[in-house]
């Protein structure tokens, strides 16, 4: 995999974000969505890459999307072909309602190193590199928590979970606060929040609950850049779900483990902060139609983790022009 493209994917999150940021707390999340998406799709449409869209936005939310199977970047001669992970928002409220944690994301694998994850819901757990190989998403909440926290050398009532708020996690919060566990609860974008569990800074130990099935790949290749560990099950909501499980060769009792998330280490993740969050500061706008943007990339190959601060002359791009 070409390193230099992974600075490329990060212009297109950059290009994702400074369009959807324009749209923070105006209340209206599709319009911060197709913003997103429009940018993110021209900037793709610049790169010499043969990509195929295998995660893209889902059906669930009714929004716009890169689809799955669309064709993006230029196709010339000789030029990669890859799979690729788009979500041009991830945390759509949060943008619209003006809160924290939205960012854009993109992760790029050779052809078939992508799970093509159907639009479900997938149950999660996720923790960095200390506690890999600790967890069990088929074992109980406190045996889980319990070897994550000897992992890391914590007292069980240190340690710190997240979970997307929703009703449906109601059984999930009582678990975790009778092992005695703290909960941080995020109201949208589960990619972000898988990711914190490998920094430090940002006083999460742990990610538990159901979210995004395509969102779930996401959240995969970034962990397998960070050397942490995330396991998930397909959630399927009715006989329908089911049925396209099914059709797609999906085993819906299978533990999904990185491998089979991500396979092998030819994996770049990118991501740019759309509104302020732990892991990434929000797009900023400047007198004199400047803007600011922070991302983070990583290789899976290397391991490298970069964090990229950018100024944008918004003049000088015509296509940010307003």
Known sequence: MDRN??????????????????????????????AAVD?????FDTLNIDGTVVIGEGEMDEAPMLYIGERIGKA?????????????????????????????????????????????????IAVGPKAKG????????????????KALNKDISDITVTILDRPRHKELIESVRKVGARIKLFGDGDVAAAIATCFEHSGVDVL????????????????????????GKLTPM????????KDMGVDVE??????????????????????????????????????????VVMRAETGTIRFVEALHKLDKKPEYAK
Request: proline share 3%.
């Open 5 to 34: 493209l992974a600075l490329n994917l990060v212009r297109v999150t950059e290009a994702a974000a400074l369009e959807s940021a324009r749209f923070l707390g105006r209340g209206d999340k599709n319009a911060a969505d197709q």
């Open 39 to 43: 940018g993110m799709r021209k900037m």
């Open 76 to 124: 010339v001669e000789g030029c990669p072909e890859l799979d690729i992970a788009v979500d041009p928002l991830d945390g759509t409220n949060s943008v619209a309602k003006g809160l924290s944690n939205s960012i854009s994301v993109v992760a790029v694998g050779p052809k078939g190193c992508l799970l093509h994850a159907p639009d479900m819901y997938m149950m999660k």
């Open 134 to 149: 600790k967890i069990d998403i088929n074992a109980s909440v406190e045996e889980n928590l319990m070897n994550v926290a």
């Open 208 to 231: 538990m609950g159901i979210g995004g099935a395509p969102e779930g790949v996401l959240a995969a290749a970034a962990l397998k850049c960070m050397e942490g560990e995330l396991q």
């Open 238 to 245: 009715d006989d329908e779900q089911r049925e396209r499980c």
């Open 254 to 295: 299978k533990v999904l483990t990185l491998e089979d998330l991500v396979k092998g280490d030819e994996i770049l993740f990118a991501a740019t902060g759309i509104s302020d969050g732990e892991l990434l500061k929000g797009v900023g706008f400047y007198e004199n139609n400047m803007a600011k943007t922070y991302s």
